[in-house]
């Protein structure tokens, strides 16, 4: 599958069949993370895979949404660092990071859906052990798939201005 046809394809999958996430695939996903572009290529992203049932369900209560991660076979937390990136660029820099990972994942045959953070940080850090400095971008759901969704795009038309807003 070629980077277009990825992007064009994925889609956010909230159902997963059983089977694990082969380390090989695991290795391969993480390795999609660790070589996205940051600022000043100061990578501040670290990354927390976790499969324990009990954990994904802990931390899956620490998110308003996202029920789905207990049902995958695997979680992602994407974490970044303020002391080493750039603070204004850290939610940026983490999220370049997941959608590499995803992209990656797809590209495999995985499915995965972004998971919002933001109901009980701290107490998510504390079930992974993440130290309290370090900043949650999102926690990932990862598996193979048990669904197809589809949905439409808006027009390239709908969204492209040239020069200035409003120029069509």
């Known amino acids: 599958m070629d980077v277009i046809e990825a992007i064009k394809t994925r889609r956010s999958i909230r159902s997963y069949k059983k089977d694990p996430v082969p380390e090989e695939a695991l290795r391969q996903i993480l390795e999609a993370g660790r070589w996205a572009p940051s600022a000043s290529n100061m990578q501040p992203w670290e990354f927390i895979t976790f499969t324990n049932p009990e954990i994904k369900q802990r931390v899956m209560r620490c998110f308003l949404y996202g029920s789905f991660l207990e049902e995958a ?96």
């Open 73 to 168: 076979p695997l979680g992602i937390m994407v974490v970044a660092d303020p002391k080493i990136g750039d603070a204004d660029c850290l939610m940026q820099d983490g999220t370049l990071a997941t959608y590499a990972i995803m992209l990656a994942a797809h590209g495999l045959g995985l499915g995965t859906c972004w998971i919002h953070p933001g109901l009980n940080d701290e107490k998510a850090k504390e079930i992974l052990g993440i130290p309290k400095e370090k900043k949650i971008i999102c926690a990932l759901s990862v598996g193979y798939p048990n669904e197809t969704p589809t949905k439409e795009r808006r027009k390239l038309a709908d969204i492209v201005h040239a020069e200035r807003y409003g120029n069509r």
